[in-house]
């Protein structure tokens, strides 16, 4: 089989993602690995169903599973307790039972909704994830986490709910339109700044983009997720502080997204708020300016905004960081880098840092 193998594991979990070309043909045999059980559910969005549902059905029929599809609306909006319950009353109703398990097939929100439905159903049977943009393979599919949204904000209902295998088909990006593209490689380049100095500088010296050639991309999302792979390791649940260093950027970025009611996508704000965390670091971590010049080359590299849009109120990002979560006893924990490859979180940083990397955006 032409792929790799990571794997993944910490307390009281261990699994692989697969990541290579033309993986969803094989994903049968893979998935045959790792289960003996028979009816499964493929959850899918209107878009990676069109795409890819009846070759991933294919492709498990062929190892006597008997699948069945269920498809749902694109978009966020789809991450609501009502649609899991949907899919759950669906489900009962097509017979499947504890014996049965899920798999995930699309982007982030199709693998965070279908990986909630997989840990409630029944109280919890397997779940496969079959991810279909790139955030999906090098983020979100990865480290269990699982849930869906409320009206008072994202990802407020969830449970930690590890996939017992994940496959990644990169042929499956190439239907992926650029603007979701580069929401993926808005968190490759956090976890370059994070913990790859050597991704940093390959992304930057590269000359063809890099979505243009196959190998080169199976071997960047290999990266990525053994770069998140070893950090879900050691802190799946976010006790220790490792698993927050993967919001860096984060905290501005989330802020630009409530102060926009989610107009500009999560990548983008990341982007953004990744600008905005190299400031603070060289205000409190010893970040240098020059480093903080090759995030904002990279990121423009890579078509990703490092500005604020006209119009966005500054106020109302300051607003929705104050209410951020990440603030614990009234103490900004926010994530500094003092060099491109390493990164720590910081009780130093205070809210007239954060105004003031704001205003410069
Ligand atoms: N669980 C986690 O750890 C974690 C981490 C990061 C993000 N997330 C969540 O992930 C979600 C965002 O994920 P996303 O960026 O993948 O968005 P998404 O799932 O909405 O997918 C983006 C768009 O691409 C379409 N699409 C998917 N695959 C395609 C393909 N191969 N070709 C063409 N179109 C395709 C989808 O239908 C959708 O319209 C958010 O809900 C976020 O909260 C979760
Ligand atoms: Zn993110």
Redesign the pocket.
Known sequence: MNSDVIEISGDGFRYSAFVGRGLIAKAGEIARNVTDRKHCTIIA????AR?FSDRVCEAFASRNFSPQAITIP???KS?SLMQAGELCDEMIKAGFDRSSFVIGL???????ISGFVAAIFQRGIPHIQIP??L??MV??SI?G??GVNLEAG??LVGVIHHPAVIICDVD??E???PQ?LR?GYAEIIKHAIIRDADMFDDLLSSQVPIHRSGDALVELIRRNIAIKARIVAVDDREMSGERALLNFGHTVGHGIERATDFKIP?GDCVSIGMVAACAISIQRAGFSAKQRGQVVALLKKFSLPTQLPAGVDREKIIEAIAHDKKFLGGKIRFVVTPKIGDAHVSSDVTMDDIQAAIAAL
């Open positions: 969005d209107q878009n990676s795409f694109a978009g966020e991450k699309g982007g982030g929100v199709i693998g965070d279909t943009t955030l999906a983020d979100s480290g986490k699982t994202k990802n499956a990006l239907t992926l339109p979701e929401q999560h």
